[in-house]
């Protein structure tokens, strides 16, 4: 299928984008009626066959398995280094909280990360006494001077670079491969927060120098919640202690002491019972965006993004919070207007035009994330309500402000 009917196809199918004008994939994006679908066929199906009737588990642990193949199809990284998980959030904690950081040691992040990321550092100082240190980074850095800066702060008691891939904040695309050969010189490992990569750009955890990369498949993937996977560079799982685990954690063990640690294993890090309604969906949501191309959603975004600028540049008082350096630009697409309170704004364009965006409280900016569902009529209206705005000003709301 060529691609303008390919992304006609995601509009079609995706009824979240006709009943509103849907710019929010970056905080959860909108569920195609294949992924829908998927799920009521799976709940169906147990709800004949009961969860535990022999043909039916079966099915149940294949589409596990299924699962972890596909995610690794995304992270661009071999099965054996891909742990299921249930989000980012919960991949990042896996790797932080199982590292042997210890007092003295150094842990790099920067001032652009999501709190989910932030947040687990600074439980992670407190546990061992790491030292943390946060590099400034502005969207106006160019690639060069952000792998410089990383250069200045790393040495050899760095065991650990955590940063987003693509800020939240700004939508920034950072220079991952640079920076991890910066620091694997220096003998430190790179924790990628991926939220805003899957279904968004392609990856290849290999070419990146990715350590640790965690991703979930509620945003960009516009999969269920819920579900994410981890990779961990296959050698390096030894090194990663599983703060919690399940039988899928031991080589073998018996009731007199006799334990043997599966230390290699991936799976590990894997606990209980998985939502199997929620692996259905996001095995269909994997499978259409492998289907329409990686390549080809980025290419598409981009131009999205493109768009936006051209048709916001015309608004007076807009000032663009995301880079505009193609080296660096996303489909996260986030601005500032003169004057205005953006924790206002944004629920005042959803309440009034129908418009699902969201604000950084950190930017004072409203951001936009552009999919291929979206397209140019979408960004037209998103203006053309932001002027309405600026017109009409703002309305004091009690539900101001982003969640996550």
Same mark, same amino acid.
């Given at each position: 299928?060529?691609?303008?009917?390919?992304?006609?196809?995601?509009?079609?199918?995706?009824?979240?984008?006709?009943?509103?004008?849907?710019?929010?994939? /970056?905080?959860?994006?909108?569920?195609?009626?294949?992924?829908?679908?998927?799920?009521?066929?799976?709940?169906?199906?147990?709800?004949?066959?009961? *969860?535990?009737?022999?043909?039916? &588990?079966?099915?149940?642990?294949?589409?596990?398995?299924?699962?972890?193949?596909?995610?690794?199809? !995304?992270?661009?990284? *071999?099965?054996?280094?891909?742990?299921?998980?249930?989000?980012?959030?919960?991949?990042?904690?896996?790797?932080?909280?199982?590292?042997?950081?210890?007092?003295?040691?150094?842990?790099?992040?920067?001032?652009?990360?999501?709190?989910?990321?932030?947040?687990?550092?600074?439980?992670?100082?407190?546990?061992?006494?790491?030292?943390?240190?946060?590099?400034?980074?502005?969207?106006?850095?160019?690639?060069?001077?952000?792998?410089?800066? &990383?250069?200045? +702060?790393?040495?050899?008691?760095?065991?650990?670079?955590?940063?987003?891939?693509?800020?939240?904040?700004?939508?920034?695309?950072?220079?991952?491969?640079?920076?991890?050969?910066?620091?694997?010189?220096?003998?430190?490992? !790179?924790? !990628?927060?991926?939220?805003?990569?899957?279904?968004? $750009?392609?990856?290849?955890?290999?070419?990146? /120098?990715?350590?640790?990369?965690?991703?979930?498949?509620?945003?960009?993937?516009?999969?269920?919640?819920?579900?994410?996977?981890?990779?961990?560079? *296959?050698?390096?799982?030894?090194?990663?202690?599983?703060? +919690?685990?399940?039988?899928?954690?031991?080589?073998?063990?018996?009731?007199?002491?006799? #334990?043997? *640690?599966?230390?290699?294993?991936?799976?590990?890090?894997?606990?209980? =019972?998985?939502?199997?309604?929620?692996?259905?969906?996001?095995?269909?949501?994997?499978?259409?965006?492998?289907?329409?191309?990686?390549?080809?959603?980025?290419?598409?975004?981009?131009? $999205? =993004?493109?768009?936006?600028?051209?048709? &916001?540049?015309?608004?007076?008082?807009?000032? $663009?919070?995301?880079?505009?350096?193609?080296?660096?630009?996303?489909?996260? #697409?986030?601005?500032?207007?003169?004057?205005?309170?953006?924790?206002?704004?944004?629920?005042?364009?959803?309440?009034?035009?129908?418009?699902?965006?969201?604000?950084?409280?950190?930017?004072?900016?409203?951001?936009?994330?552009?999919?291929?569902?979206?397209?140019?009529?979408?960004?037209?209206?998103?203006?053309?309500?932001?002027?309405?705005?600026?017109?009409?000003?703002?309305?004091?709301?009690?539900?101001?402000?982003?969640?996550?």
């Amino acid at each position: 299928m060529e691609s303008s009917k390919r992304w006609d196809w995601h509009r079609e199918h995706t009824p979240a984008a006709r009943e509103s004008v849907y710019l929010n994939a /970056g905080w959860s994006g909108p569920m195609t009626d294949v992924v829908s679908g998927a799920m009521h066929a799976y709940l169906d199906a147990e709800l004949m066959a009961g *969860p535990t009737r022999r043909d039916h &588990f079966d099915k149940r642990v294949a589409m596990r398995e299924a699962y972890r193949e596909n995610a690794a199809k !995304v992270l661009g990284a *071999p099965v054996d280094g891909v742990t299921i998980t249930s989000n980012t959030t919960d991949g990042l904690n896996v790797v932080l909280s199982g590292l042997p950081l210890n007092e003295g040691d150094r842990v790099l992040s920067t001032t652009i990360e999501h709190p989910s990321g932030t947040v687990p550092l600074y439980w992670t100082r407190e546990r061992a006494a790491t030292e943390v240190e946060w590099l400034k980074l502005t969207a106006e850095d160019s690639n060069a001077a952000i792998v410089d800066r &990383f250069a200045s +702060r790393i040495d050899r008691r760095t065991r650990l670079v955590l940063l987003s891939h693509i800020s939240f904040a700004t939508g920034q695309l950072l220079p991952l491969r640079e920076i991890a050969e910066v620091a694997h010189r220096a003998g430190a490992q !790179v924790l !990628v927060d991926g939220a805003q990569t899957a279904g968004h $750009l392609p990856l290849d955890m290999e070419a990146m /120098g990715a350590d640790f990369y965690a991703i979930p498949m509620h945003k960009w993937m516009c999969g269920p919640s819920g579900l994410g996977a981890l990779y961990i560079r *296959p050698e390096l799982i030894p090194m990663v202690q599983p703060q +919690r685990t399940s039988g899928r954690g031991a080589e073998s063990w018996d009731y007199e002491g006799g #334990f043997v *640690p599966a230390h290699a294993d991936i799976k590990k890090f894997e606990t209980g =019972t998985l939502s199997t309604v929620s692996v259905a969906g996001a095995n269909a949501a994997i499978e259409q965006y492998l289907e329409s191309g990686p390549e080809a959603v980025f290419n598409r975004v981009i131009e $999205l =993004t493109r768009h936006a600028e051209t048709r &916001f540049a015309k608004i007076p008082g807009f000032e $663009l919070a995301s880079p505009a350096r193609e080296e660096a630009r996303t489909g996260l #697409f986030a601005f500032r207007l003169d004057g205005i309170d953006a924790l206002l704004a944004a629920p005042q364009l959803q309440r009034n035009h129908r418009i699902v965006c969201r604000s950084v409280r950190t930017e004072n900016a409203i951001r936009l994330s552009l999919h291929v569902y979206n397209n140019e009529a979408d960004i037209e209206a998103a203006a053309a309500a932001v002027e309405a705005l600026l017109r009409d000003g703002l309305e004091e709301s009690p539900d101001a402000g982003p969640a996550d």
